[in-house]
């Protein structure tokens, strides 16, 4: 079976169930998709059960496009930066991106094998995009980024084809995002449980202008006993019954994918991306010595797109100052979104979990044994909470 999601919201998220992580207000979606001009597009590629025959299956994988504006990225670059917590990754295009500052191409998430075939797609779409290049003008630096599935997945069959990154690419869209097992994350585990794609944003509240924060996680990242849930140490409590029902504690990787409309210049968006630790520090993960913790984040501002072929020799930025409390707001934003995205990608397996290559399986984050943990730690419900005794 090979699905194709992406605008079904699905499973309910942390807020749904009056979790409600921070202090600032959300975007409309509460998505990367709030920072205008985002879009995200995914396929799934999911096929096969029993015995793992490598190349074969069964595949638990798939590919998550991330589109940082709507129109031809190639002549206008978008100003970015990234971020290494831990280094243990196989991702494409950040050197480039951190000596010029900018992204070229849309941003594609998959599993560790198919990063180079992932690119080949990714720059086939690009000479679709841009015929010339190569030829009239420079090359392209396609930025692909992953996690490895392959305690699920028949990772050496390396079943994310051409055809797969199109679609994700031709399905992208604003709006809601599908979370949790799907596209780039339908074979990740992340703290014991099934993870994968989440998401969250934030607006920056009065007198601030009106400036959003988004953040989209791959997560696959993090040890049971570890979990933390709005600061309650919900994980230790879970893994008393870990022999039940979690899967083994295991090095894992996270990548971060950040964006925000506010003015900022390479080395302000380096500052916000550094802060994303915080907020992965918050749910207990470790960042380990095999893991990938990667951060990388993009601003959409306008007045700040990179064009490929500058008219004048001088180009003028707008940015934010750094004298007063307003990029500290976005520090916060960035810290929040962070946090929660990560967050929504645990609550988006509540009941399902996933079967892999050799039968093995990753149960789904138990919400209501988590909601009866929180309670019995007063913690502070928000609206959407379900009633005493629910859970």
């Known amino acids: ?14 807020r749904a169930y009056g979790v409600t992580i921070g202090t600032m207000a959300t975007g409309q979606w509460n998505a990367l998709t709030d920072v205008p001009g985002v879009r995200v597009g995914q396929c799934t590629v999911a096929f096969g059960d029993g015995a793992l025959a490598p190349g074969h299956g069964p595949a638990r994988t798939g590919v998550t496009a991330i589109l940082p504006h709507a129109g031809n990225l190639f002549h206008e670059n978008v100003p970015a930066a990234s971020h290494i917590i831990n280094g243990y990754g196989k991702s494409i295009g950040l050197v480039q991106v951190d000596e010029l500052g900018a992204i070229e191409t849309p941003i594609l998430l998959t599993n560790t094998l198919n990063v180079p075939r992932v690119a080949d797609a990714l720059i086939d779409y690009m000479l679709t995009v841009e015929s010339g290049i190569g030829i009239r003008t420079t090359s392209v630096n396609p930025v692909v980024l992953e996690c490895n599935d392959g305690r699920l997945n028949d990772i050496q069959g390396r079943h994310v084809r051409a055809e797969h990154v199109h679609r994700a ?6 709006g809601p995002v599908a979370e949790g097992s799907v596209g780039a994350g339908t074979g990740m585990i992340a703290f014991g449980v099934t993870g994968g794609i989440g998401t969250a944003s934030r607006v920056l509240p009065q007198p601030h202008p009106r400036y959003t924060v988004g953040a989209l996680v791959l997560a696959n990242t993090g040890r049971l006993a570890d979990l933390r849930i709005d600061g309650i140490p919900v994980g230790r409590e879970l893994a008393a019954t870990q022999g039940e029902w979690a899967a083994e504690a295991r090095d894992g990787s996270i990548i971060i994918l950040l964006a925000t409309d506010a003015p900022t210049t390479t080395r302000q968006l380096g500052r916000l991306a550094r802060r994303a630790a915080l907020g992965l520090g918050r749910t207990g993960a470790t960042a380990s010595h095999g893991s990938g913790d990667i951060v990388v984040i993009f601003g959409t501002h306008a007045a700040n797109r990179i064009p490929h072929h500058p008219p004048l020799p001088v180009r003028m930025f707008e940015a934010i100052a750094e004298d ?6 976005l520090f916060a934003a960035v810290i929040e979104a962070t946090e929660e995205a990560i967050v929504n990608a645990l609550f988006a397996g509540d009941g399902t979990g996933m079967t892999g290559r050799d039968t093995y399986r990753v149960p789904g984050l138990p919400v209501k044994r988590l909601l009866a943990i929180l309670r019995a730690h007063a913690y502070g419900f928000g609206p959407g909470a379900p009633p005493v005794g629910a859970e």
Not at 1 to 14: I, S
């Open 1 to 14: 079976m090979e699905e194709q999601a992406n605008m079904t919201r699905g499973p309910m998220r942390a």
């Open 169 to 174: 690419l031709a399905d992208a869209a604003d």
């Open 324 to 329: 007063g409390p307003l990029i500290s707001s």
